[in-house]
């Protein structure tokens, strides 16, 4: 990163993540190139319709989604915004998309999932959710469903998000393409406030950034955080 960061408003820090952040621990994004989306449907792994259609083959998708995590680790990356929190004196939350657990076990608080959690499972009746680590099997495949937001479903927690973003004082968008909404507005928002907002991704996704440092996260996240504890 040679370009300098300046002097930022760091009170606040607003931090959405998204697949990009989590593509060097070994986890597939959405969009890239042989990304998830180019060999799994979206409408048939990741809707209402696509489960009644067929709930074994969404249940099996998620199921090899959630076993995953078994074999990836947190990357420098979610390391530096886990280490930022725990040393700095700024608020950070962090909105990620990703419904992986990386940025949890790097050691990060005050983190929210805007699209579920895999080591998440949701009682179709009741409602309730718990902690699971393991496969949903044929036999419960009509009590349980990953509790993960389908297309054409509300966000989770969108009353904590619009918290954060109301007292935000800096926005990072880190390995996000900006291709869903609600998180792509953000920015939109946030800079039409006023608000300082960048973005660390491999591409430019908005012109809306002040600026964008491009490259792999590994590289300049922890650099992006270490300008910042020195600025
Ligand atoms: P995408 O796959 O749409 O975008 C990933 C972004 O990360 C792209 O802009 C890549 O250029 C960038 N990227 C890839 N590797 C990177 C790396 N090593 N370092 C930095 N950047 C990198 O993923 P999301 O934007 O997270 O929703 O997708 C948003 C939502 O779309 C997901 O949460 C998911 C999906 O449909 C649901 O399933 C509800």
Not at 8 to 23: F, M, Q, R, Y
Not at 31 to 48: M, T
Not at 79 to 84: L, P, S
Not at 196 to 224: M, R, W, Y
Request: hydrophobic content about 35%; glycine content about 6%.
């Amino acid at each position: 990163m040679d370009e300098s960061i300046g002097h930022l408003p760091i009170d606040h820090i607003v931090i959405l993540t998204g697949a990009g952040i989590s593509a060097e621990s070994g986890i597939k994004t959405f969009r890239d190139h042989n990304g998830l989306w180019e060999n799994h449907p979206i409408e048939k792994v990741a809707s209402p319709q696509g489960f009644v259609e067929n709930p074994e083959l969404v249940q099996n998708f998620y199921n090899l989604r959630r076993l995953q995590l078994k074999d990836v680790e947190p990357n420098k990356a979610h390391q530096a915004i886990a280490d930022f929190q725990k040393d700095s004196k700024s608020k950070v939350t962090i909105i990620t998309q990703n419904v992986d657990d990386l940025h949890e076990r790097a050691g990060s608080e005050n983190i929210i999932h805007i699209h579920g959690e895999l080591r998440k499972i949701r009682h179709l009746e009741t409602g309730e959710i718990k902690y699971f680590e393991g496969k949903i099997e044929k036999y419960n495949q009509s009590l349980w469903r990953p509790h993960i937001v389908w297309f054409g479903e509300q966000i989770l927690n969108s009353y904590e998000i619009r918290e954060a973003l109301n007292s935000a004082t800096l926005f990072l968008s880190i390995g996000t393409s900006g291709q869903v909404y609600p998180a792509a507005g953000f920015v939109n928002q946030l800079h039409s406030l006023g608000i300082p907002c960048i973005e660390l991704n491999q591409e430019k996704t908005s012109d809306l950034f002040e600026h964008s440092f491009l490259g792999d996260a590994t590289a300049s996240v922890p650099t992006f955080f270490s300008q910042l504890r020195h600025q």
